[in-house]
């Protein structure tokens, strides 16, 4: 049982699962009812953090510096892409998805582009980046609020059991990308690209190609994300994106990811996720005003982030 | 190499923001000839001051290899502390902004403790800052005290005072950090802080220190920002965040190894606060604004990378 214990309190991912169950149990409790439906909004909101956290966690696994911080601007992007193209339709909703996901694609490329041909560092190149995609979001979108296909709108909202579907697809997207970094010649290169560039390159492994590839998934993440937020939420906006910026960082570092790169913690987004939103509605029920929840917010990320340590051995 | 070839190098990094600034003042000056005056420069530069003490402040940071993901923020809960005690209770005002002098440090002296990524401690910190502004004003107001709004918009003779306050915290970070055994310290302390230590000094001292001083930076930059508005809100400075980082790197800062270089880092604050003026008399539409200001980060970004062989990728 302790050497299980042990074993449990090693793994990157406990911590964040650890925070989201005391979280969810001080609001159950202090909501006295109901904990199941909070269980559910958490799923449902939880699951925009983990698809775009996934995105987020493999470029972060690539080394230090790297960092996508174009996810708002590429959600939006998306977002309005996809609906455009749908036009509300439900005939639509497939080119609608994939023009949404190659417009995510691009401007993955893009970022990669500047980062490993232009040699841009990686935190500036996205942040210019998501400018200039913001620009064209705006362009695309011209102000107006396109309405999401009905059978899209029922498949992002539709919680049966109390299990939203959303959710699945997040959960999908989590095994594939575990499959992924752990199983295939791709993900251990990510893996050894973070752990040591250089020794990575020597050995032989593609490491352009792969880094290349790698940020090109976020972008298609960060698409997949702003197709269903623009349907959950009835139409894509503009602005839609942007509290994904530093949550996307926030949930792949305290679900035990290296900020120093080689180690991904795919099982600690969703601890995470789950637990940033559990946190907000917990100090919601407990009756906080907006300062004093934002205070509290930040002080148990930092306090949960010196709890689980910064880089112990591994 | 030689050490002969140190100081060109050190030049040449600094020649690429200023040129691009050069380049940009040209441009606005030839589209818009009124704004070579005194009172137009007064007018384009008096906002690119407290950009440029913030993007000192995120420096600070990058001097040990962090990033301040909060001091967007940091300047929002200065700019209404200032709006409010120091107005008020001029005391209670300076006990609060030492206070938050103090909290940067302590958040230093956690990350050195722990090991802690600087990234995520201070984006919970952003919501700590942002939370405290938001009790102190939860909505937009307040009243910058007197001798702040008289000082900043105090009119010199001949040179507008934005360019004087600029060069003034150009040099005095320059000597601070460059010329002095303290900064070499500092800095020595993101180039190889194993040696560093070895020589007998404490990384825990100079992360306090460094992160004290981005406090004290960000403390001037949320006073010069309420000496201009006149008013405060939490929110007024969270662009910051972001742009302190793009002005530190276009002035040739690097995340790595403690290269920090503040004359340059002043000039790429400025270089970005002009940005936003030049593309206003461009008459670009306002859509493609943000898109404009992207591309020009971009290419003056791509040309540094071209020309300085960097070693970071």
Known sequence: MSARLRWLVRQPWSWSFAAAI?????????????AGGALTAALAFGTFYVIVGLGQMVVVTLGPGNVDLSIPSTIALAG????????????????????????????????????????????????????????????????????????????????????????????ALSLLVSLVLARTIFGRTVSAIGQNRRAARLAGLQVNLVAVATYALSGVLSAVCGVLLASFSGGASLDMGVEYLLSSIAVVVIGGTSVNGGRASPAGVWGAALFLFLLVSMLNTLGFGAGTRMVLTGLVIIGVITAAGGERAA | MGRAVLPVRVDARLLLPVATFVILLGAIFWLQPRTMSYFGLN?????????ALATIAQMMFLTINDLDLSIGSFVGLVACITATWLHDRPWLGVLALLGCIAGYAAVGALVQWRQLPSIVVTLGLSFVWLGLAILLLPSPGGNAPDWLASF???????????????????????VLMM???????????????????????????????????????????GLALVGLTTSADANIAQRYTLLSVAGSILGGCSFFGGRIAPIGTVIGALTLALASSAL??????????????????IAVLALRALTGREREA
């Open chain 2, 280 to 297: 206003t008399f461009l008459h670009l539409g306002a859509d493609w604004q943000v898109g404009a200001q992207g591309a020009i980060l």
């Open chain 1, 22 to 34: 005391v979280v969810w149990l001080v609001a159950a409790v202090a909501a006295g009812q109901g």
């Open chain 2, 179 to 221: 010329r002095t055994s303290f900064g070499v310290v500092l800095r020595g302390m993101g180039g190889f802080s194993r040696a560093v230590e070895r020589a007998g000094w404490s990384a825990l001292r100079a992360r306090m220190t460094l992160y004290a001083l981005a406090g004290c930076f960000g403390v001037l930059s």
């Open chain 2, 152 to 174: 900043v918009g105090f009119h010199m003779p001949l040179v507008p005072l934005p360019i004087v306050a600029c060069v003034v915290i150009g040099l005095f970070t320059h």
């Open chain 2, 43 to 51: 007018l384009m530069l008096n906002l690119a001051v407290p950009l």
């Open chain 1, 80 to 171: 309005v892409i996809g609906m455009k193209v749908m036009d509300g339709s439900n005939g639509g909703i497939v080119p609608g998805i994939l023009a949404a996901l190659a417009a995510g694609a691009a401007v993955g490329l893009a970022n990669a582009g500047l980062v490993f041909l232009l040699r841009i560092p990686p935190i500036v190149a996205t942040l210019s980046a998501s400018f200039i995609v913001q620009s064209i979001a705006i362009e695309i979108g011209g102000g107006l609020l396109v309405k999401p296909p009905p059978a899209l709108a029922w498949f992002a909202t539709a919680a049966p059991l109390g299990l939203p579907l959303a959710a699945l697809v997040a959960l």
